[in-house]
């Protein structure tokens, strides 16, 4: 109060002489946690747009691998096409067996008294061991549909769903030949 | 609560005094705000603005009692105010005395102000209001008091001007209790017989200090511009009964007013010490 100077104005009832110092801990933590609220917010705006950039690229990446696992998936179904084709393909070509040596077989089956008069041979393309054999022979009657059958067997081919038509002269024989693996 | 007290807790307004508060300096009630503050004599207005930082900013003066002066200065006196909230120095009808023995128990300011008669006792006028500042190594005192109807008028000039008075003093008092207080601080010149010299725009108040006592004290507020008859009149006894050894210490509101140029040569080949700084008014009533 030494160096205050006097004053002779007319009071003012209830004239503050400010709040406690020590209250300003209050105004001062506000301060601080507007301060920091920013920082934090900041932080977290920096946090949220580079985890955004990292989704990005992640996102563009797992599109790369999507389109990388697509070509990769479309090529395999070309190779699993091929392969199964392939398997198609070999399964047939195991199937088929040269019809040569069957036409050879009924040729030399036939007696003095016999003539093919018609061999066809048709062999079916869903399964390639199946052959329909239709056969049509001049004299020599069932004795040489025998003799012949016999030679077939020999070659290790069935005969499946076999039908036998004599005629006067001749007889019609059709089967479905059915080659029989032994090895 | 209202938003204003939360505005003024979050710019810390709410921890500086008020501006009006007696019992705080005047940079305390405006700290990093600027500020005006009036000193009105007989006659004459002089003022002054503080900028942010507490500095003499730009002053000015026009001759008039305070109404008139008030009346053109008003708005420009507010413009350099927070909240329109003036400092007054008071420079006419007052009286500064010697007393002795004055009540100095604690909380005496605050006392004097509003129960004066337990201070003074029967020195105590109720046309008047008072202020005081006492010597710290005897019981001697110096007594102001002012007409209160004085500043009452002031008051109510100032209310029909917008204008709020955050402190209303004596700038001639304020000016010698300055002085005093420098030279209590200052041993050495203390302890040295001297005739204390305070001037504030043709106010005038003289003491004897003598080794640290104060023996004698003249005052007079509100003279004739020029009146240097009755200037001598109050000098005369203090010349009279100074002998060789004795020093004069001059304070005036600014520095080379106008006691240096019309009356110094009353005190003839005594010793004479200007303690003057410039605006010394002004940064005296602006610092405390």
Same mark, same amino acid.
């Given at each position: 109060m030494d160096n205050v100077i006097h004053d002779i104005k007319t009071e003012r009832s209830n004239v503050s002489g400010g709040l406690p110092q020590a209250y300003r801990i209050v105004p001062v933590s506000f301060y601080i946690a507007a301060v920091a609220s920013l920082m934090l917010s900041g932080y977290f705006f920096l946090s949220k747009r580079a985890y955004e950039n990292r989704e990005a690229q992640m996102s563009a990446m797992l599109s790369d691998a999507q389109n990388q696992k697509n070509q990769l998936l479309s090529r395999q179904q070309t190779v699993v096409d091929e392969s199964r084709r392939s398997e198609g393909f070999a399964k047939w070509l195991e199937g088929s067996h040269a019809l040569q040596p069957v036409v050879a077989a009924i040729g030399r089956s036939m007696g003095k008294n016999s003539t093919i008069a018609e061999l066809s041979l048709d062999r079916n393309p869903e399964i390639p061991a199946h052959t329909f054999m239709q056969l049509k022979i001049d004299g020599g009657g069932s004795q040489q549909i025998e003799t012949t059958l016999s030679e077939i067997y020999a070659l290790d081919y069935q005969t499946y769903s076999a039908q036998q038509v004599k005629g006067r002269n001749s007889t019609d024989f059709q089967a479905t030949l059915i080659y029989n693996d032994k090895r | 609560m209202e938003f204003r007290d939360i505005k003024e807790v979050l710019t810390f307004a709410a921890f500086r005094p008020e501006a009006d508060n007696p019992r705080f300096t005047w940079q305390q009630r405006f700290p990093k705000r600027k500020s005006t503050i009036v000193n009105i004599s007989r006659g004459h207005v002089s003022w002054c603005?503080?900028?942010?930082?507490?500095?003499?900013?730009?002053?000015?003066e026009a001759d008039g009692e305070f109404a008139e002066v008030a009346g053109m200065m008003a708005d420009q006196w507010h413009s350099h105010t927070e909240d329109g909230w003036l400092g007054v120095s008071l420079n006419n009808r007052f009286i500064i005395s010697l007393e002795h023995n004055l009540s100095r128990k604690k909380g005496w300011e605050d006392e004097l102000r509003q129960n004066p008669k337990s201070i003074l006792g029967t020195r105590h006028d109720r046309s008047k209001r008072y202020a005081l500042h006492h010597n710290p190594e005897t019981s001697a005192s110096l007594l102001m008091a002012c007409d209160d109807s004085m500043i009452k008028t002031i008051e109510e000039?100032?209310?029909?001007?917008?204008?709020?008075?955050?402190?209303?003093?004596?700038?001639?008092f304020a000016m010698t209790a300055n002085l005093l207080?420098?030279?209590?601080?200052?041993?050495?010149?203390?302890?040295?017989?001297?005739?204390?010299?305070?001037?504030?725009?043709?106010?005038?108040?003289?003491?004897?200090?003598?080794?640290?006592?104060?023996? %004698?004290?003249?005052?007079?507020?509100?003279?004739?511009?020029?009146?240097?008859?009755?200037?001598?009149?109050?000098?005369?006894?203090?010349?009279?009964?100074?002998?060789?050894?004795?020093?004069?210490?001059?304070? %005036?509101?600014?520095?080379?007013g106008e006691f240096s140029r019309r009356y110094r040569q009353l005190f003839g080949n005594l010793a004479v010490t200007d303690v003057t700084d410039e605006h010394n008014l002004w940064n005296i009533l602006g610092r405390h």
């Open positions: - | 603005y503080f900028d942010k930082k507490g500095r003499v900013d730009d002053t000015g000039v100032m209310r029909t001007r917008n204008l709020r008075p955050a402190r209303i003093c004596i700038g001639l207080d420098r030279i209590s601080r200052d041993s050495a010149l203390e302890a040295q017989d001297l005739i204390l010299v305070t001037w504030l725009d043709n106010s005038l108040c003289v003491i004897r200090q003598k080794g640290g006592q104060w023996q %004698e004290l003249r005052c007079r507020s509100g003279l004739q511009p020029g009146d240097e008859t009755t200037v001598s009149h109050m000098l005369r006894p203090f010349i009279d009964s100074a002998t060789p050894s004795t020093r004069v210490v001059l304070m %005036e509101d600014a520095k080379g």
